[in-house]
């Protein structure tokens, strides 16, 4: 979408970073909102954005901090270690 203030992040990305990052994250978010709000923007995209970032710090807490995507499960690019 033109003008979208904010890249829109993939779930790989979201499980990628750290509780901080995903905490900043979810607060720029905000902040962002409620800026376009004061200025009558449409925030749709971006507080669907919110509702991603929320979840995966939501899952992290119910699940821990490690959740396995398929591509980890697979092993599609192992890592160094992972190889011997």
């Not at 200025?39 to 396995?68: D, P, S, W």
């Given at each position: ?21 995903l905490r900043s994250s979810a607060r720029r978010?905000?902040?962002?909102v409620a800026k376009m709000r004061k200025n ?38 192992p890592l160094e270690f992972e190889q011997s």
């Amino acid at each position: 979408m033109k003008g979208d203030p904010m890249k829109k992040m993939s779930e790989q990305a979201l499980k990628g970073m750290s509780e901080s990052e995903l905490r900043s994250s979810a607060r720029r978010l905000e902040s962002t909102v409620a800026k376009m709000r004061k200025n009558r923007q449409n925030t749709k995209v971006l507080e669907t954005e919110i509702c991603y970032v929320q979840r995966e710090i939501e899952l992290r807490k119910k699940f821990g901090h490690i959740r396995a995507s398929v591509e980890d499960i697979e092993n599609v690019n192992p890592l160094e270690f992972e190889q011997s």
